[in-house]
């Protein structure tokens, strides 16, 4: 159970690896670092601005302590002048205290100072490597750009990319339709010829049916003919005669005149 397990999570973690290399954009991801390193380097920026805001107020503790210091030491010499000792004595303590103070935030003052310094310097070697990477990052994206459309074209030339195969797919089945749709009316149009289907229509008619109509056409057309040249003559022909009498000959008068002179009904 426990390697079914492991073999159903490394399937999950390789397809899902799979997924995510498709959907990854490399422009996309250029421009997320460059964020986070513009970002690391505001939070930098902001410390430097921090620790600075520090040393400063440190200054202004240290110049308010040694005026202070100086005030003591004026007043003690004034107590000593006057002959109050004992004033001066404690204008004396109190100045000894102040110093102490003095020194304990000269000592961080210079540790604020060093870190600030630190800090500075920091910021500018972030600074210009975000620079160079804004740099490289617009070059890559630039680069993969053309590449990108290089590939399409070249697809589209070879007929591999996705839109050009569906354009193929969509021409092949329509000629495989057109082709099957050609092939069916042929089949039937050989079979009404050859008499094995009935054209319900009354239009299609076979090989022997259009020869007999043909022929047909054709008397009629002989006919009309001949009685033109009859009418043209005078007078109906023999043969006009025998073709409208279907080929008995009209009853002949016993007058020998009447014989020579033939007269055709009309």
């Known amino acids: 159970m426990s390697g079914v397990m492991k073999r159903m999570g490394m399937i999950f973690r390789a397809k899902a690896n799979k997924a995510l290399d498709r959907a990854e954009d490399p422009r996309e991801t250029l421009d997320y670092s460059y964020q986070k390193q513009l970002e690391l380097l505001q939070k930098v920026r902001r410390g430097v601005a921090d620790v600075a805001t520090s040393r400063k107020r440190l200054e202004l503790q240290l110049n308010q302590l040694q005026g202070q210091s100086a005030k003591l030491e004026d007043q003690g010499r004034k107590a000593l002048a006057l002959g109050r000792e004992d004033l001066a004595r404690e204008a004396l303590s109190r100045r000894a205290a102040l110093q102490q103070q003095v020194s304990d935030l000269e000592v ?29 990052k617009e070059t890559i994206k630039a680069t993969y750009t053309a590449a990108q ?103 002949q008068d016993t007058n020998p005149q009447q014989q020579s002179h033939p007269r055709f009904e009309k």
């Open 108 to 136: 961080q003052h210079q540790t604020l100072q060093g870190e600030e310094e630190k800090l500075t310097l920091a910021a500018q070697r972030l600074q210009a490597k975000v620079d160079a990477f804004r740099t490289k």
């Open 149 to 251: 459309a290089q590939t399409r074209i070249a697809e589209s030339f070879s007929g591999i990319s996705e839109e050009m195969s569906d354009v193929g797919l969509a021409i092949q089945r329509a000629e495989d339709k057109t082709a099957q749709l050609q092939a069916r009316a042929g089949a039937i149009d050989e079979l009404l010829a050859s008499g094995a289907l009935d054209d319900q229509s009354g239009l299609a008619k076979d090989d022997i049916q259009a020869e007999l109509d043909r022929l047909s056409g054709g008397t009629d057309v002989e006919l009309e003919l001949q009685r033109m040249k009859a009418e043209l003559a005078g007078g109906p022909s023999a043969q006009q005669q025998a073709l409208e009498g279907g080929g008995a000959a009209a009853p």
